[in-house]
């Protein structure tokens, strides 16, 4: 209300007021005043006076706006703020990036649209605003949406949020306004069903923020861990961290699906402050979680060179749950012929199933996760014609290709990973069985073997096992999803596969312990051993199998291809809005 108004004139004349009393009230409708046109003799209309607008002068307002714009950017940070300079100056000489040179290199050109951008440290009452515009951009956490491989892809499917704690910022802290952001982005994220992506350096919670003092007493309201809590299993969540990453940094980093970290990389959930503080003694942050302990304990997925490297592979990885590729971008496979050859005819040779998987898949689309973790299973990501697939194969140049602990947690992990996002599952089936003895049971066999058991049996994907060489035991039957029949896929074998209830000189040893004690002579006894395994090979090799129903078909290795893809039902054409698994463990 009370507003003005602007009455363009229709001729040339003067504006004569009806009512000009003072606080006088005039009727709905009434005339509030009247225009007295010139007569035709020599005044002439000069029509509505029209004020020039320079587009390339912004406003006061905007101007303002502008300003403090260009302030949380990394020119206008260089131009205003020395320290930041020099911080800078630091990380490219360690080979860093700042947080909008990696979200720069991130996300498709000029895809991204922050928010959140004008926010400063919670800490009016001990710096000035000024001050705080100039060190504490966006308090410390840049953040928003873009697009990620668009050109694959296309917009819809492309759509990802992003954040990134920003290190030249009070070490990459958790502050204030920084969370109520986080909180924000994942309500957001929640809404849309979007990827998110986050680049996790930082120290952890920050205590300086003192205009929340009044309000806020322990800080541990913060709904971030919620906020992905709740995205797990539902959209994709990738973490990445460079550099020192501790506390609540370490924790966002740990609920993400996947972890890529540099070399270099320091990753824990107490930094050396929170150590000593709980009497611990006194640590350098570089012994503290470094990359070489979290890689071979499992808590980092891929582990690369450089910021630019990790970025890449976020890229590469988000681009397996967006769909197939077009055929245009698709690389072809390798001559399908040297898989017959993968497996070596003595049955007793170990080989490396890496390169078996790299020729049966896209060339060059192979990405293997937790690589230095559980290595009796490999893991990873791949396409097949271009159609994203998850793979998990048997080591057979570890423990023969049995399946210990850690291996059945990996597994069982992938299983849901993939089931969660409807990637297709192919099992690459090499294994004397579940690892056994003393130290084995250690580890918690019995518990984390038969995890895989239970995820198998919750799948919706589909799985297609292909038997390489060797099927034996419980950890055979868990490398089928749990039976080699009934699954929406199916099982077959290559010809040089063997089956049984448990490797085949354990069983005879064992079966016939009695006719084999009853031979004094060593030689007569080697003898039957070997007749009775061969006739256990027999009974127990692919083509015997296959007759008896217990696998689908025998195929030609180089086929292999052309199965996995008849197996797989078609790829869902629309995002999926519902959530399959109440979410993917984070171990």
């Known amino acids: 209300m009370k507003m003005e108004h602007v009455l363009s004139a229709p001729s040339a004349g003067r504006v004569r007021a009806v009512v000009t009393q003072a606080g006088a009230s005039a009727a709905i409708g009434a005339d509030l005043i009247l225009m007295e046109e010139f007569a035709a003799s020599g005044e002439q209309f000069q029509g509505a006076s029209t004020e020039k607008i320079d587009s390339n002068s912004p406003r006061v307002d905007l101007a303002e706006v502008l300003r403090r714009i260009r302030l949380t950017t990394d020119g206008g940070r260089s131009e205003h703020d020395k320290n930041f300079v020099k911080r800078l100056e630091d990380r490219h000489r360690r080979g860093q990036r700042s947080a909008r040179e990696n979200l720069e290199d991130l996300v498709d050109v000029d895809s991204f649209v922050e928010i959140g951008r004008l926010v400063v440290a919670a800490q009016r009452r001990r710096r000035d605003l000024e001050d705080l515009v100039r060190s504490t951009p966006a308090d410390g956490l840049v953040a928003g949406f873009a697009t990620i491989n668009a050109g694959d892809f296309g917009d819809a499917r492309a759509r990802v949020a992003v954040v990134a704690y920003d290190y030249t910022v009070l070490a990459g802290t958790q502050g204030y306004y920084s969370h109520k952001k986080c909180d924000r982005m994942l309500e957001l994220a929640l809404e849309q069903r979007l990827p998110m992506v986050w680049f996790c350096e930082g120290g952890g919670g920050r205590p300086g923020d003192v205009d929340t003092f009044d309000v806020v007493g322990s800080g541990l309201t913060s709904a971030l861990w919620t ?26 980093l740990g609920c993400c699906d996947v972890v890529i970290a540099v070399e270099g990389s320091n990753i824990g959930m107490g930094g050396p402050a929170m150590i000593e503080g709980g009497g611990l003694g006194s640590v350098k942050p570089e012994e503290i979680g470094p990359l070489s302990v979290q890689l071979r304990n499992g808590v980092v997925d891929i582990a690369v060179s450089d910021e630019a490297a990790a970025v890449a592979a976020a890229r590469r990885y988000l681009s397996y749950f967006q769909g197939s590729l077009p055929l245009q971008r698709q690389t072809g496979c390798s001559d399908q012929r040297l898989l017959r050859s993968a497996v070596p005819e ?19 689309s192979w990405l293997e996760l937790r690589s230095a973790f559980a290595i009796g299973v490999h ?30 947690l990996k597994a069982s992990r992938f299983m849901e990973l993939c089931d969660a996002f409807s990637l297709p599952l192919l099992f690459l089936c090499d294994t004397p069985g579940f690892m056994v003895g003393v130290e084995s049971e250690d580890q918690a066999s019995v518990r984390k073997m038969c995890r895989m058991f239970v995820v198998a049996a919750s799948l919706t994907v589909p799985v297609v096992t292909i038997v390489t060489r060797k ?79 217990e696998v689908d078909d025998v195929i030609d290795p180089a086929d292999s291809r052309k199965l996995v893809l008849c197996s797989f039902a078609p790829e869902e054409s629309q995002p999926r809005w519902h959530r399959k698994r109440p979410c993917i463990g984070t171990w």
Request: aromatic share 6%; hydrophobic share 40%.
């Open 227 to 252: 906020g992905l809590g709740r995205l797990s299993g539902l959209v994709p969540l990738v973490g990445l961290v460079s550099g020192r990453c501790f506390a609540g940094n370490a924790a966002a």
């Open 379 to 408: 893991t990873g990501l791949a396409r097949i014609e271009g159609r994203p697939v998850g793979i998990c194969a048997n080591n057979p140049m570890h423990l023969g290709g049995a399946l210990d602990a850690d291996a059945a």
């Open 346 to 364: 003595n049955r007793f040779r170990g080989y490396d199933m890496r390169p078996l998987i790299e020729t049966l898949v896209d060339i060059g």
């Open 471 to 549: 099927a034996y035991g419980l950890g055979a039957q868990a490398m089928f999803g749990g039976h080699s029949m009934g699954r929406k896929g199916l099982t077959v074998s290559w010809p040089t596969g063997e089956f049984g209830g448990m490797g085949l000189e354990g069983a005879v040893r064992l079966g016939f312990k009695k006719e084999l004690e009853s031979i004094p002579d060593p030689a007569e006894r080697e003898q039957l051993f070997k007749t009775l395994t061969a006739g256990l090979l027999e009974r127990g090799k692919a083509l015997s199998t296959a007759a008896l129903l």
